[in-house]
T-cell receptor, first 116, second 111 residues
């Protein structure tokens, strides 16, 4: 079955360490996205990529970095510069280039990151 | 700026009908999406509206009025498994742009 895989489901890190969250999709989607979800805050966009080797900052990109070297993969690095990294991170993809404006986002199951 | 408003919480009785409202003020509009999210899980797509009117899909319907910047999600014959958060999201521009999400409405279905 096609889908989006995020790993690991739970991740614990010490303050000051960089950590990379994995996101892989086998849906052949062109666009991929990273959102952060905090209680009472809804989903906020960190970075997105519409095509391989290209990505754009979202609303809360500071302290994060991404790469898009392959169509299937869009890893997110949470750096030590991110002031409040503890959150639920959701990766998504969409087929927007082919389907147009009505293509929904398909989400992975998320990674819950705790930094102490 | 972008503003998408939904009630924070709602409670409804099993078997009843509930309407979850969403109002939006965004720079650009190219469709509105509704997602369901159970606690700790991924959001799943429910519906999409880009033209005014009602879209029906089984027990779930979604309505849009572009002139009023308003949408609602209607859930009929509520079941306990419908207890979840419901997220309203707007696509502002062409298909390549991300969705802007509201903060979600937590629905509790009680017996």
């Amino acid at each position: 079955d096609g889908g989006i895989t995020q790993s690991p489901k739970y991740l614990f890190r010490k303050e000051g360490q960089n950590v990379t969250l994995s996101c892989e999709q086998n849906l052949n989607h062109d666009a991929m996205y990273w959102y952060r979800q905090d209680p009472g805050q809804g989903l906020r966009l960190i970075y997105y990529s519409q095509i391989v080797n290209d990505f754009q900052k979202g609303d809360i990109a500071e302290g994060y970095s991404v790469s898009r070297e392959k169509k299937e993969s869009f890893p997110l690095t949470v750096t030590s510069a991110q002031k409040n990294p503890t959150a639920f991170y959701l990766c998504a993809s969409s087929n927007s280039i082919r389907q147009g404006f009505n293509s929904p986002l398909h989400f992975g199951n998320g990674t819950r990151l705790t930094v102490t | 700026g972008q503003n998408i408003d939904q009630p924070t919480e709602m409670t409804a009785t099993e078997g009843a009908i509930v309407q979850i409202n969403c109002t939006y003020q965004t720079s650009g509009f190219n469709g509105l999406f509704w997602y369901q999210q159970h606690a700790g899980e991924a959001p799943t797509f429910l519906s999409y509206n880009v033209l005014d009117g009602l879209e029906e899909k089984g027990r779930f319907s979604s309505f849009l009025s572009r002139s009023k910047g308003y949408s609602y999600l209607l859930l009929k014959e509520l079941q306990m498994k419908d207890s979840a958060s419901y997220l309203c999201a707007v696509r502002r521009n062409s298909g390549n742009t991300p969705l802007v999400f509201g903060k979600g409405t937590r629905l509790s279905v009680i017996a």
